[in-house]
């Protein structure tokens, strides 16, 4: 059957990725409000179609190359079970449909939406072979989704939550260029771009984003709780939580290979406590 590969192709697993909307309406407060709720809803549902849509046109793209791969050759369009004319005809309909609800929701999230598509589309069939660019561009990824959320419900972002999305996304590219390194070293066929790389690089660079990133959160919980007064204790709290994350994903990514960051924090007990608790903790201190 055509369905299961079709699902299988647009890895539903990595769909969590696009939760990432919610973050600056929980961060507001307004999360909770029904007119709220709703429009990041639908910023989640858009995400998801555009998403899926480009993992279609990667995999069309990377198929010869996947069929290479230890893992990666067991995709349903590298392992034959999905044509390509159905792969193509099902992406085009992702993006377009995801890109007509964006505008239905605001003119806003549809720009962020087609900037998205330009930004995935010039990584997957041009730059993801060329150093340092391939994980900005990955990291343009998790920043417009975190941006997509304010804007789905009109409100303004935090200069330091920006600057948290902006590190946070880099340290998860970085790492996972390193954990790839771990794994298949720096003259794997699969991933060309990782001859271009060495491990104290990346290394370098995922030091700098998690520091940056850790300052930049420290500022944020200090920066809201005098703007609202309510909740300072809970978020102060939330630091070690979000500290001991980073702290257990970068651990992870040095083992091997780690695809995404669902990944790592399903398969790692103590990964999955420190967001979990920091996700109470973060709650708290802003609702």
Known sequence: MTFVPLVQSLRPKQMIKNLLVLAAPAAAGVLPEARSLWRTALAFIVFCLLSGGIYLVNDLRD??????????????????????????????????????????????????GALFVANSLIYSLWLKRVAVLDIVLISAGFVIRAVAGAVSVDIAISSWF?????????????????????????????????EHYSASFLTQVQTIAVSLTLVGYTLWTT?????????????????????????????????????????????????????????????????
């Not at 390509?84 to 007509?100: H, Q, S, W, Y």
């Not at 920006?162 to 790839?180: C, D, N, Y």
């Not at 979000?242 to 398969?267: C, D, M």
């Open 162 to 194: 920006l600057f948290v999305a902006m590190f946070g996304s880099l340290f998860l590219a970085a790492s996972k260029r390193s954990s790839e390194i771990a794994a298949l070293g720096t003259d794997s066929e699969t991933r060309s771009v990782l």
């Open 63 to 112: 198929a010869p190359l996947d069929r290479k791969h230890p893992t990666k050759r067991h995709r349903p369009i590298a392992a034959g079970e999905l044509s390509p004319r159905i792969a193509t005809l099902a992406a085009g309909g992702l993006l377009v449909g995801g890109l007509v609800l964006a505008a239905l929701v605001n003119a806003d999230l549809a720009l962020l």
């Open 223 to 287: 920066e809201h709780g005098n703007e609202t007064g309510a909740g300072e204790t809970w978020l102060a709290l939330s630091i070690g939580p979000f500290l001991l994350g980073l702290l257990r994903y970068l651990l992870s990514a040095s083992k091997g290979p780690v695809e995404a960051p669902e990944s790592a924090i399903f398969e790692d007990p103590v990964l999955l406590g420190a967001v979990g608790l920091w996700g109470v903790l973060f709650l708290l201190g802003v609702g």
